[in-house]
């Protein structure tokens, strides 16, 4: 029963991944996300059943559009799959649980946001606004293991040290980023936002450096801090309790 109950997350997090992309590609472009329906951006075909099955459409046409052979981003499979497994494994770390609830909201908005800011540099405010009252209503509904205020201080201070950073760098980092965490430190509260910053720091700098270092990008060159900053919360999210604990053992 687990593993089919396992199989069956996995799945609906890869059809759901599908509509992530949509969300995520269009919401910045100020167009529907529902109309019209998907289509080849380079011929304009309508696609049709068999062209949307979750990643496997993608391998079975060798990364192709089936009418016009133009290559289709690798974008679409990859944000299915790492919804898949997300998904996956918020079932296998919380189990069937209310945190459970918590979790595939914060992982839906953590990939959308990734996407979007890898693609269009940007986390639309309509993303977030939609997914605010969703998760603070989660987390009221079902509390954490810390004090109100604490997630009240991780929303306000996690906000605030991104809004500090891009006063001070005159730009170096987006209201967007801010905003991410204000929703995501309602839910994660005061010390777990904490640890997904120097999470997220510590990721973009090794993502930043190995760019660089391979010439994909070139210095002073804009980088989308949304992934890292998703990343550090996803770690935190699942594990930022033990980190916490590890690391005080270490003081102590």
């Not at 649980?97 to 986390?123: K, N, P, W």
């Not at 005159?170 to 839910?187: Q, W």
Request: with cysteine; proline share 5%; hydrophobic share 55%.
């Amino acid at each position: 029963m687990t593993l089919l109950i396992a199989i069956y997350v996995f799945i609906v997090g890869l059809v759901l991944g599908s509509f992530f992309n949509v969300v995520a590609l269009r919401v910045p472009a100020k167009q529907s996300v529902v109309k019209p329906p998907s289509a080849c951006p380079k011929c304009g075909k309508q696609l049709k059943s068999r062209d949307l099955i979750p990643v496997i459409s993608y391998l079975f046409a060798r990364g192709k559009c089936r009418y016009c052979q133009t290559k289709v981003s690798i974008i679409y499979p990859l944000g299915e799959l790492a919804t898949g497994l997300l998904f996956l494994w918020v079932y296998v770390h919380f189990g069937i649980t209310g945190e459970a609830l918590v979790a595939l909201a914060m992982v839906s908005l953590l990939v959308i946001i990734t996407i979007s800011d890898l693609t269009s540099m940007l986390i639309p405010n309509k993303i977030l606004i939609v997914f605010f009252p969703v998760l603070v209503g989660l987390r009221l509904f079902f509390p954490g293991d810390q004090a109100w205020w604490s997630y009240v201080l991780g929303a306000v201070i996690g906000c605030g040290i991104i809004v500090l950073i891009a006063v001070l760098s005159r730009g170096g980092m987006g209201m967007g980023d801010a905003k991410l965490l204000l929703v995501c430190g309602a839910v994660l509260g005061l010390s777990h936002i904490m640890v997904a910053f120097i999470l997220a720091c510590l990721i973009g700098s090794l993502i930043g450096g190995l760019l660089l270092l391979l010439k994909i990008t070139k210095r002073k060159q804009p980088i989308p801090f949304g992934p890292s900053l998703a990343a550090g919360i996803l770690i935190s999210y699942g594990y930022g309790t033990d980190m916490i604990k590890a690391y005080l053992t270490l003081l102590g």
